[in-house]
């Protein structure tokens, strides 16, 4: 059985409710699994400014937590033979680049790693297109890599899910979000959670309020080109909420994520079901790129295939985080990871965009203490 300290327990909650206490956010949910069991499911504050209180599915931004969701769909077409890491893109996308370029040697793996040379494009500063697929994809298309692919690493923050949402659109004729909820949310049981809002659902996705920022000795780039108040603004309109942006706008619950993520720490299965292979499951979280200083957000990180992995203290899985840690933040409001060895899955999801140190606070504190609270297994 898991033991469970339950002393560390109450401390992640109290820690969790003093986050809200002082005022972090107005919202949170926590959530956490060893393998197919919840061990924690938390949820406090309220919905925004105003609003009513916060539950365990209620559904929130994820920001760039949607980028590890919308990689799992290309993850299932590689199972399938639909595709596989080292096709070229222009094996299934040939509008991309043209015969004979170097970016026509880009590859699923370059794309899946963020060594695809897109991670700044003209479509970063064009947010009316990001809700137009089409016009999103074109920009992609016409865009000149900034590197020849695998030449260099850096974090393709809007980019990221155009290229594997088409990729996914192209090998199996669904879009990402279509794809996404198929074969990846509904067998996980991810009721909640959405790439592309649909129309038959309520928009109650809770409201992002951006808080400014302590004082500080220097100002770190949080990803996107945009501050707290710019983002939530943003990303609190319905159309965003509805429209399939794979690498910054799926929408749902710390207790999907953390759902997800024991999916992938027990080798692509949950609750005795297998989703991926495990060949496919391990081959997601392998370290593909590492680099001292990512081309755009300047910090040391460890890529694998659509998951960051831990190793540098700016990947916020916790101080003490093993190396084998791997999972993804979302921009200064959430981060989700999982242990392999441990099978710990922990997913943290707020409505308050915090700078990024700020953030990397809170998220380090929380997960260093589930790690103190879940320490082990033994023997029933």
Request: glycine share 10%; proline share 4%; aromatic share 8%.
């Amino acid at each position: 059985m898991t033991v469970i300290d339950p002393s560390g327990a109450e401390r992640v909650r109290r820690r969790f409710e003093q986050h809200l206490d002082v005022g972090l956010h107005h919202g949170a949910q926590l959530a956490v699994y060893r393998g197919d069991e919840r061990l924690l499911d938390l949820a406090g504050g309220v919905t925004g400014y105003d609003g009513e209180a916060t539950t365990s599915d209620r559904k929130h931004l994820l920001f760039s937590c949607t980028k590890p969701l919308a990689a799992a769909a290309l993850h299932h077409l590689v199972d399938a033979g639909n595709l596989a890491y080292d096709d070229r893109v222009v094996d299934h996308w040939t509008e991309f680049a043209a015969d004979g370029t170097a970016k026509a040697e880009t590859t699923v793996r370059h794309v899946l790693s963020h060594q695809a040379g897109l991670a700044t494009t003209a479509l970063d500063a064009n947010p009316d297109a990001w809700t137009d697929w089409d016009a999103s994809v074109e920009y992609l298309e016409d865009a000149d890599p900034a590197h020849d692919p695998g030449d260099d690493v850096a974090y393709h923050s809007l980019s990221f899910g155009y290229l594997v949402g088409e990729l996914v659109r192209r090998a199996s004729g669904q879009s990402v979000g279509a794809y996404a909820r198929e074969h990846v949310f509904d067998p996980l049981g991810m009721d909640d959670t959405y790439i592309g809002l649909p129309d038959s659902e309520p928009d109650d996705v809770a409201t992002l309020v951006g808080f400014d920022p302590f004082d500080r000795c220097r100002s770190p780039d949080a990803g996107l080109a945009t501050g707290p108040h710019e983002a939530a603004a943003l990303f609190n309109e319905e159309s965003v909420h509805r429209a399939e942006i794979p690498a910054a706008a799926g929408v749902g619950t710390a207790r999907d994520l953390a759902r997800f993520y024991a999916t992938w720490a027990n080798g692509g299965a949950f609750d005795g079901q297998q989703f991926v292979s495990e060949a496919t499951a391990s081959a997601a979280v392998d370290v593909q790129a590492e680099t001292e200083s990512d081309g755009k957000l300047d910090v040391p990180r460890r890529y694998g295939l659509g998951f960051v992995r831990a190793g540098p203290v700016t990947a916020n899985f916790g101080a003490a985080a093993p190396s084998r840690v791997f999972g993804h933040g979302g921009l200064g409001s959430s981060v989700a990871w999982a242990d392999p060895e441990t099978g710990l899955a922990f997913a943290y999801v707020t409505n308050g965009v915090r700078d990024s140190y700020e953030h990397a606070a809170r998220v380090n504190q929380l997960g260093d203490a589930v790690r103190a609270a879940f320490d082990g297994e033994t023997e029933s």
